[in-house]
């Protein structure tokens, strides 16, 4: 009797048991109230895609079967334009990243610096340069019209791919770099001494070895490539973004349309996320410290004109358009008086910082407790919680902004009233939740880092004598993990500063910042106004790439 009288007893204690490793309530420093704090986090997160669900199951099948078959243009535009610059950036970061660490091109650490740089560009940015520049007003057409010559049509897939290309190249650039620099060149020397070429043995011996990085760094580029929407609608070629934003804007049916195209795109977004994560742990596997000896392979008497790739390359994704925002900026003070419209206001740019200082903050309070979570458990639940933090960054802003209005307008409206969904709706509370949806990972994986490099034993130490677990947290922790939450705060306000589909489609009204300025004057052609707000985000945007450029010496 007494041992099935414990039978109960034994199996609750098996069930706590397993539910402890499940939520990993068994590590030290977990509790329960982070595990629920942690889960809350992800579901705040998960929801955006479970509002735009909601609003496609309201459209009829017959109609969203209709829009399915119409919609193919746009899906082939996106899958050919997708296409097209991943192969382009891998044509440019591959040999550029094989220039600057394996042979002995002229001042190396110069362009290894100069072909990064791109990435800061904001790529609408950099269309609007090349649209000012290129385009049937722009500078450069106009001083060569009276000369007879003209430029071919910066507009449609050849100038969207163009500069999609020139601004995110350096994804490839920058993993296969990596990749390189672990590179065991003992491997090359053996190749050498048996009288194989270069090219042969790079086929042969490196390339397999830094395929996986040159993937990972592709699938980055396709994913850019497919959510951005500033570029395309400069560059007027209708992809999934831009045709999502035109439907939104538009009337009757603009909501449905758009709500499932934004599925289309989640669903082809999910496929690139897939291949990304898996590639990229394979090509994070393969990063190794620098090796030791590095062979440089001598140029020759080709030194001086290998130089002239970087070069140019550099022409065209720096000189070209810092240069023609300048000049614009130079004439705006002219253009202030002859054009209408309103004028730049430095309350554009506190704007940008306000709001990318609330995103900042908040995604520094909300990442804390996932980020501790998984750092400190590997139960499948803390995994769980970090992966779900993802959801948001690789989800495009543009569809993140739709789910988002469907919240504020439908959800809202229908559980507490048309009075709450008017105030939610394009509110800066709202706006700042899309950033903290978007841009948490880069807070979460920041403050990981650091918690993974606490010694378990400082912990332990402290609580030997005698420290609750908050105390212990507060005193020893937190002090420990600052730099990583700031450093992850602190790219966060870069990002958010620069955000363009988020911010156009959910600023308050009357919220002016930077890059909705910045778009609302490009659309009417205002190059000048639009030079010093477009100088100000790149000067911006080109700190948080400081950390990444200085982290290795040879830089």
């Known amino acids: 009797m007494g041992a099935v009288g414990d039978a109960p ?19 030290d420093g ?18 955006p895609l479970l509002w735009l669900l909601l609003r496609a199951s309201e459209v009829p099948l017959d109609e969203a079967l209709s829009l399915l078959r119409g919609s193919t243009e746009v899906f082939a535009n996106s899958l050919v334009l997708v296409g097209v610059v991943t192969a382009a950036s891998v044509a440019l970061g591959v040999p550029l990243a094989v220039l600057t660490v394996q042979t002995d091109l002229p001042f190396r650490r110069f362009w290894t610096v100069a072909v990064a740089l791109p990435l800061v560009v904001p790529s609408y940015i950099g269309a609007f340069a090349y649209v000012s520049a290129f385009g049937p007003d722009g500078a ?13 049509n910066v507009y449609g897939l050849g100038g969207t791919a163009l500069v999609l290309t020139l ?26 001494t048996l ?47 831009r045709m999502i934003y035109v439907e939104l804007n538009s009337f009757g049916d ?21 291949l990304e994560s898996r590639i990229g742990d394979d090509a994070d596997a393969g990063y190794g410290a620098p090796a030791a000896s590095t062979a440089m392979i001598s140029l020759g008497r080709l030194r001086w004109l290998a130089v002239l790739f970087p070069a140019v390359v550099s022409l065209f994704t720096l000189a070209l358009p810092v240069g023609i925002l300048t000049m614009w900026f130079v004439r705006a003070e002219a253009l202030a008086y002859e054009v209408g419209g309103r004028a730049f206001e430095l309350g554009f740019a506190l704007n940008s910082v306000y709001a990318a200082a609330l995103a900042a903050a908040a995604t520094m309070v909300i990442a804390l407790p996932v980020a501790y979570y998984s750092g400190r458990s590997n139960a499948p639940l ?20 739709l789910a988002l209005v469907f919240f504020s307008s439908n959800q809202l409206a229908a559980f507490f009233g048309p009075t709450v969904s008017r105030a939610v709706y394009q509110s800066l509370p709202l706006l700042v939740f899309a950033y903290v949806v978007r841009f948490l990972p880069q807070a979460v994986g920041a403050t990981r880092s650091s918690v993974l490099g606490v010694d378990p034993a400082l912990i332990g130490a402290a609580r030997v004598l005698g420290a609750q677990p908050k105390a212990v947290f507060r005193r020893v922790t937190l002090p420990l993990i600052a730099p990583g939450v700031l450093a992850g705060a602190a790219l966060v306000f870069l990002t958010t500063m620069k955000e363009l589909d988020t911010t ?52």
């Not at 977990?30 to 929801?47: D, G, I, K, R």
């Not at 450069?140 to 071919?152: E, H």
């Open 382 to 401: 803390a995994r769980l919680t970090e992966r779900a933090t993802y959801l948001g960054y690789a989800m495009p802003g543009v569809v993140l902004a």
């Open 254 to 274: 603009g909501r449905a349309n758009a709500t499932l195209l934004s599925l289309q795109l989640l669903t082809v977004t999910a496929v690139v996320v897939a």
């Open 30 to 47: 977990v509790s329960t109230p982070l595990v629920l704090l942690s889960a809350a986090v992800a579901a705040a997160v998960l929801s």
């Open 9 to 27: 007893g034994n199996l609750g204690s098996r069930l706590r048991e397993l539910l402890g490793r499940l939520l990993g309530l068994d590590d």
């Open 167 to 192: 601004f995110v190249y350096p994804y490839v650039f920058l993993t296969t770099r990596a990749a390189l620099l672990s590179f065991d060149e003992t491997q090359l020397e053996a190749a050498r």
């Open 504 to 555: 156009l489609i959910l600023h308050p009204t009357g919220f002016t910042t930077l890059v909705t300025y910045i778009w609302r004057v490009q659309e009417g052609g205002y190059y000048g106004r639009a030079a010093l707000p477009a100088l100000v985000l790149v000067v911006l945007s080109g700190l948080s790439m400081i950390p990444l450029l200085v982290q290795r010496r040879d830089t």
């Open 195 to 241: 009288n194989v070429g270069y090219l042969a043995a790079f086929r042969r011996v490196i390339l397999p070895q830094i395929l996986p990085a040159v993937t990972a760094g592709a699938l980055l580029v396709a994913l850019y490539a497919l959510s951005d929407f500033g570029t395309p609608s400069i560059m007027q070629y209708d992809v999934f973004t």
């Open 140 to 152: 450069l057409a106009d001083a060569l019209a009276p000369l007879g010559v003209s430029i071919p």
